[in-house]
């Protein structure tokens, strides 16, 4: 059975940081893509990052590029997200997923002043 877990969503202002976790077991995580997806209050899911099983190539979305970094440790399959000068558009549900689409639970990240 596919689990993702993620971790490390909290408040925190403008211009601050964080670092999201995502816990992955029941699959051959190291195989597989993965991505990061966000869900704003009221609106649809966005995708955030995603990144190849090798992290080789790590595409962001234009709204958080050069802000957000993505990784992976394939050893202790775990997924990550970086999160730098946080804006209040950045609140939002965030979600590791798989690139079928299986998600976690979620993170909640809000950014507030």
């Known amino acids: 059975e596919v689990r993702l877990e993620e971790s490390g969503g909290g408040l925190v202002q403008p211009g601050e940081s964080l670092t999201l976790a995502c816990a992955a077991s029941?699959?051959?995580?190291?195989?597989?893509?993965m991505k990061w997806v966000r869900q704003a209050p009221g609106k649809g899911l966005e995708l955030v990052s995603s990144?190849?099983?090798?992290?080789?190539?790590?595409n962001y979305a234009p709204s958080v590029k050069g802000r957000f970094t993505a990784s992976r440790d394939n050893d202790k399959k775990i997924l990550y997200l970086q999160m730098n000068n946080l804006r209040v558009e950045d609140t939002a549900t965030y979600y590791c997923a798989t690139a079928d689409d299986i998600r976690g639970q979620g993170t909640q990240v809000t950014v507030s002043s």
């Open positions: 990144i190849s099983s090798s992290a080789l190539v790590i």
């Open positions: 029941g699959f051959t995580f190291s195989r597989r893509a």
